[in-house]
């Protein structure tokens, strides 16, 4: 999540929507009749389909925030002539169909682009540069130094918008942890083994841990996370890889993952084939005790209604190597525009509203994700905001220290500015997941994944 204490923005709204105002909205308007005749639900994507004029092909993956519809909805309602056509995929799949679609030349407009396809995916020509668009130097001014980086491609210019940005951290249930005997969470691997076991001995859960490990684009982010905790990088400025130099820290944890999957049984064996997004769903239901989480998704666990586990979890720094946790691991997907596309003033006017500024130069629909998502803002002036502060005061139960500490000192996935990124992810995962079956020891493994990124940097 964006940090809290950032200055005030200029264009920040200072209410706006609740949650439920926003999902309801949808409604009222439906009976006040101001929805075309078609359109059954704005909050379905199918609600953004106009009748005539310039139809915006926009691409997502699934899972859009639940304020994202009905804001553009609210948009096109001032556009006459004027529709998007919403296709998604799920983020599994999106990088791929993506790909497809750019080499086929389907005609796009408006593209969601997670962070580690930007760099790619501008390099081939695939997104139109922003830069000279009117607006666009406002909306940068006013997002994190991070999501600003995150939106250039290795050339320097801006191929998007900042549009979701958030930090991870370890979620645990403090009921399960308290009645296991302890009073606060791990701080470092060797105490996170003592407490999963301790939960698994007394009966709480037989795989109290989930370091969800599926291979699986943008996927690992307890791996990343530990990583970060325990001070180490895995490649330097220059995409030169450091992890197989003596004394990296990537040999101890794979060993440590290793035994908790096949040896102490604190991890499920079903956990390489669960994403995080799978792992967050298992603690919202009460199946997952402990995982690495998103800050946004204490809202889905403690505040959202259809939560099993509501008031119970709460968010620390991730465990490391040892207790002196030094850094977090943060994302900051954008959205861009496709270079093929033959609609790019209304495309922009269409973007700018929808990650950006309205038409008055405020953050409305970005304010109204935020507060559906419990955070994953890249403007940090947003969190001012009195609605936002109490949200997320209900979100940490009040202990907010350590929530807020893991913004501080977040980075991004390092490696994701090379081009080549997306195919080393890949053959790291291979090599990961042989590790965590037995099938490779960590050593090779570490030493072939290092020697395949100089390959793939020298290519």
């Given at each position: 999540?964006?940090?809290?204490?950032?200055?005030?923005?200029?264009?920040?709204?200072?209410?706006?929507?609740?949650?439920?105002?926003?999902?309801?909205?949808?409604a009222a308007m439906l009976a006040a009749g101001s929805l075309p005749a078609f359109a059954q639900d704005r909050n379905a994507p199918e609600s953004l389909k106009r009748g005539g004029g310039t139809t915006l092909q926009?691409?997502?993956?699934?899972?859009?925030?639940?304020?994202?519809?009905?804001?553009?909805?609210?948009?096109?309602?001032?556009?006459?002539?004027?529709?998007?056509?919403?296709?998604?995929?799920?983020?599994?799949?999106?990088?791929?169909?993506?790909?497809?679609?750019?080499?086929?030349?389907?005609?796009?407009?408006?593209?969601?682009?997670?962070?580690?396809?930007?760099?790619?995916?501008?390099?081939?020509?695939?997104?139109?540069?922003?830069?000279?668009?009117?607006?666009?130097?406002?909306?940068?001014?006013?997002?994190?130094?991070?999501?600003?980086?995150?939106?250039?491609?290795?050339?320097?210019?801006?191929y998007a918008l900042p549009y979701l940005s958030d930090s991870f951290g370890f979620a645990y249930d403090v009921e399960t942890l308290n009645k296991a005997g302890f009073a606060r969470p791990a701080r470092s691997l060797?105490?996170?083994?003592?407490?999963?076991?301790?939960?698994?001995?007394?009966?709480?859960?037989?795989?109290?841990?989930?370091?969800?490990?599926?291979?699986?684009?943008?996927?690992?982010?307890?791996?990343?996370?530990?990583?970060?905790?325990?001070?180490?990088?895995?490649?330097?400025?220059?995409?030169?890889?450091?992890?197989?130099?003596?004394?990296?820290?990537?040999?101890?944890?794979?060993?440590?993952?290793?035994?908790?999957?096949?040896?102490?049984?604190?991890?499920?064996?079903e956990d390489l084939q669960r994403d995080w997004g799978a792992s967050r769903t298992g603690i919202r239901t009460g199946i997952v005790k402990c995982g690495y989480m998103a800050q946004y998704a204490l809202a889905e666990?403690?505040?959202?209604?259809?939560?099993?586990?509501?008031?119970?979890?709460?968010?620390?720094?991730?465990?490391?190597?040892?207790?002196?946790?030094?850094?977090?691991?943060?994302?900051?997907?954008?959205?861009?525009?496709?270079?093929?596309?033959?609609?790019?003033?209304?495309?922009?006017?269409?973007?700018?509203?929808?990650?950006?500024?309205?038409?008055?130069?405020?953050?409305?629909?970005?304010?109204?994700?935020?507060?559906?998502?419990?955070?994953?803002?890249?403007?940090?002036?947003?969190?001012?905001?009195?609605?936002?502060?109490?949200?997320?005061?209900?979100?940490?139960?009040?202990?907010?220290?350590?929530?807020?500490?893991?913004?501080?000192?977040?980075?991004?996935?390092?490696?994701?500015?090379?081009?080549?990124?997306?195919?080393?992810?890949?053959?790291?995962?291979?090599?990961?997941?042989?590790?965590?079956?037995?099938?490779?020891?960590?050593?090779?493994?570490?030493?072939?994944?290092?020697?395949?990124?100089?390959?793939?940097?020298?290519?």
């Amino acid at each position: 999540m964006s940090k809290f204490l950032g200055n005030a923005a200029t264009g920040i709204a200072a209410n706006g929507p609740s949650r439920r105002q926003i999902i309801l909205g949808g409604a009222a308007m439906l009976a006040a009749g101001s929805l075309p005749a078609f359109a059954q639900d704005r909050n379905a994507p199918e609600s953004l389909k106009r009748g005539g004029g310039t139809t915006l092909q926009l691409r997502a993956w699934e899972r859009y925030p639940a304020a994202d519809i009905p804001g553009l909805n609210r948009y096109l309602d001032g556009k006459a002539g004027t529709s998007v056509e919403w296709v998604s995929a799920p983020f599994a799949r999106y990088r791929d169909r993506m790909v497809a679609e750019f080499i086929a030349g389907t005609p796009l407009d408006i593209v969601q682009i997670p962070e580690t396809e930007l760099a790619a995916w501008s390099d081939s020509g695939w997104l139109a540069p922003l830069d000279g668009m009117q607006g666009l130097a406002q909306i940068m001014q006013a997002a994190t130094p991070a999501s600003v980086e995150a939106t250039k491609g290795v050339d320097g210019k801006t191929y998007a918008l900042p549009y979701l940005s958030d930090s991870f951290g370890f979620a645990y249930d403090v009921e399960t942890l308290n009645k296991a005997g302890f009073a606060r969470p791990a701080r470092s691997l060797d105490e996170l083994r003592t407490q999963m076991e301790a939960i698994k001995k007394a009966g709480l859960d037989d795989f109290p841990l989930s370091l969800a490990m599926k291979k699986q684009p943008g996927n690992f982010w307890s791996l990343w996370a530990t990583l970060y905790a325990s001070g180490g990088d895995l490649f330097a400025p220059d995409n030169e890889p450091v992890f197989d130099k003596p004394g990296h820290p990537l040999q101890a944890i794979l060993e440590w993952y290793v035994a908790a999957i096949n040896d102490w049984k604190i991890v499920g064996p079903e956990d390489l084939q669960r994403d995080w997004g799978a792992s967050r769903t298992g603690i919202r239901t009460g199946i997952v005790k402990c995982g690495y989480m998103a800050q946004y998704a204490l809202a889905e666990f403690n505040v959202w209604p259809d939560s099993k586990v509501a008031g119970r979890i709460r968010m620390a720094l991730v465990p490391g190597l040892d207790a002196n946790n030094r850094n977090a691991v943060s994302y900051a997907h954008s959205v861009g525009i496709a270079a093929a596309s033959k609609n790019k003033p209304a495309a922009w006017d269409a973007l700018r509203f929808y990650a950006g500024t309205d038409a008055s130069g405020v953050f409305s629909l970005p304010r109204e994700r935020l507060i559906a998502e419990g955070g994953r803002s890249p403007f940090p002036a947003l969190y001012q905001d009195p609605a936002v502060q109490d949200l997320v005061r209900k979100m940490t139960g009040g202990d907010m220290d350590e929530f807020l500490k893991l913004s501080s000192t977040a980075k991004q996935k390092q490696g994701i500015k090379a081009v080549w990124f997306p195919e080393w992810e890949d053959f790291w995962m291979t090599q990961i997941q042989e590790v965590l079956t037995k099938r490779q020891d960590v050593r090779t493994a570490i030493r072939r994944t290092a020697d395949e990124a100089r390959r793939l940097r020298k290519a």
